[in-house]
């Protein structure tokens, strides 16, 4: 590994000072002093790129033949530094345009069961996921998803099926990325701009594992639509002995999708994203192990199947249509419906309401470009208008999930304290006589307790530290739960449903029930 100018001085005992970003030492040609006889340090060197010269004889040199004059051993020669070249920019394959003729409107039903030929169930988190991809084609109505379920639940299945129906070069997958990885692959070199540009307008960005925590904290601006482009500094090691610091143009506006098997969510994250959780229950399990086996079984026999449903081909066809058409812009012909429908469903407004109403306006977009050349259109012909009919579509979908998005919790977890927490504090505080309950009042809930009810209920363990530092701190934090000490054991916490009275009956996504079956 190269070492820095510094700590070649450094290793060879030669004193330096540092001014306005040089490295000075003294000069090994003209070895001026002072009347003590001291050395003066006139030598004056450029730490990023090794070049140097005394501000007294004016000799120049490269650090290489400074450093066979200071008498310093290099291990290995510096490498020549070339010029930077721009990244040859992939040009999109050429397609014929799309016969729109034979295009009829579809509705969310139709929708769900063409997705339904690869993906079994999950119908809310499917049609959600696919209109999240579908927004990417719209100039500034994206809006991001976070699955996030324990692991082999199909977190990363959905979007990436999904997305297989998309063009491939608007799709980008990503496993794991550093920070400053990110921008070098995915950016261009631009020179006008003096930086490395990542153009992610109209694309779908699809993270298969949680990304770097310093990634997320970059792609924050972004991910909340702050500003179309977005300036960045990182620093970046590189050859040329030292940190150096690059600038990354950030452009917008992508459509982002999370696969995480970690519970645990960030405020920050959790207001930039709709929180899903894949559907665990029998029946989906079980469909989805027959569709495993006759996939794997013959998968050449699979993919002709797969290929040959008409109406699968028709749901390519309209998504490269919809992208050639490139609508730039798409209006709402009754705004004042959305303002009634979400004010009656939020009595009391919170700050995230604001964002929740976006990513509503966003549903309602995507359904109006789903069918675009049925809705009415502007003059300049990039201009549609979304109808009732888009509104109400919209809100049926978000009257399905705004519970747990209320509550800044995925799914799973919300379903978890429903089915496990509030049935078994019911079942230990209600089979009580009145007398002895108002001696003992309310009973809680031990760790072990409920973990018993999970194995009961679901018919595999939770694990304790799951339990103790992902789950229980989010419900408290959602105002579910309180954990207070065992009167008779202070060593011991038990856990205490906040409002069990007032939390609905409803069970969206359920692992029991498998969801809430809605007429869309």
């Not at 990110?182 to 261009?188: A, I, K």
């Not at 993270?207 to 997320?216: K, V």
């Not at 470009?369 to 509104?391: M, P, S, V, Y």
């Not at 408290?476 to 409002?499: C, F, H, M, N, W």
């Amino acid at each position: 590994m190269n070492m820095t100018i510094s700590e070649h001085l450094h290793k060879n005992r030669i004193g330096f000072q540092t001014s306005g970003g040089d490295l000075v030492i003294w000069c090994p040609f003209c070895e001026k002093t002072d009347v003590t006889g001291s050395r003066l340090l006139t030598f004056h060197i450029k730490p990023e790129t090794g070049n140097g010269q005394c501000q007294m004889c004016l000799k120049r040199c490269e650090f290489e033949n400074l450093a066979e004059k200071l008498h310093i051993k290099l291990k290995e020669p510096r490498p020549r530094i070339e010029p930077k070249e721009t990244p040859e920019i992939k040009a999109e394959p050429v397609r014929p345009p799309v016969d729109t003729s034979q295009l009829k409107p579809l509705t969310s039903q139709e929708l769900i069961s063409i997705l339904g030929l690869t993906i079994k169930k999950d119908e809310e988190n499917k049609l959600i996921t696919f209109l999240c991809e579908l927004s990417a084609y719209t100039e500034g109505s994206q809006f991001n998803i976070s699955f996030n379920a324990p692991s082999s639940t199909g977190k990363s299945y959905i979007p990436t099926e999904i997305a297989r129906l998309f063009p491939e070069e608007d799709v980008i997958e990503i496993g794991y990325c550093s920070p400053t990885a990110f921008f070098h692959d995915v950016g261009e070199y631009i020179k006008d701009k003096g930086g490395y540009l990542v153009d992610l307008s109209r694309k779908i960005l699809i993270f298969l594992d949680q990304p770097h925590t310093q990634l997320l904290e970059r792609l924050r601006p972004l991910l909340s639509h702050d500003k179309k482009e977005i300036r960045l500094k990182i620093t970046d090691k590189t050859q040329k002995f030292g940190l150096k610091t690059k600038t990354v143009l950030l452009r917008g506006y992508p459509s982002v999708i999370f696969c995480t098997a970690g519970l645990k969510i960030d405020e920050q994250e959790a207001t930039r994203f709709l929180l899903l959780s894949p559907e665990t229950n029998q029946e989906k399990i079980r469909e989805a192990i027959h569709e495993r086996i006759k996939k794997e079984s013959d998968n050449d026999t699979y993919r002709e199947w797969l290929n040959q449903r008409p109406e699968r081909e028709l749901l390519k066809d309209r998504i490269l249509a919809i992208k050639q058409t490139g609508v730039e812009e798409i209006k709402i012909s009754s705004p004042e419906k959305i303002e009634e429908r979400f004010f009656a469903k939020n009595k009391m407004l919170k700050p995230r309401h604001s964002r929740d109403i976006g990513r509503v306006i966003s549903i309602i977009k995507s359904f109006a470009l789903l069918n675009l050349w049925f809705r009415e259109k502007g003059q300049d012909g990039l201009t549609i208008i979304a109808n009732d009919n888009d509104i109400d579509e919209a809100f049926k979908i978000w009257e399905v999930i705004s519970e747990s998005q209320e509550l800044n919790l995925p799914p799973y977890i919300f379903n978890l304290y429903r089915e496990v927490i509030l049935s078994t504090w019911n079942d230990k505080n209600n089979n009580r006589s009145k007398g002895f309950q108002e001696i003992t009042g309310e009973l809680g809930l031990s760790r072990q307790e409920i973990s018993q009810k999970h194995y009961q209920i679901y018919g595999r363990f939770i694990a304790d530290w799951q339990l103790r530092q992902q789950i229980i701190p989010m419900l408290e934090t959602a105002g579910l739960i309180t954990q207070e000490s065992d009167p008779s054991d202070r060593r011991k916490v038990l856990i205490y449903p906040t409002t069990p009275l007032n939390i609905s009956e409803d069970k969206n996504n359920s692992e029991l029930e498998g969801g809430v079956k809605i007429e869309l």
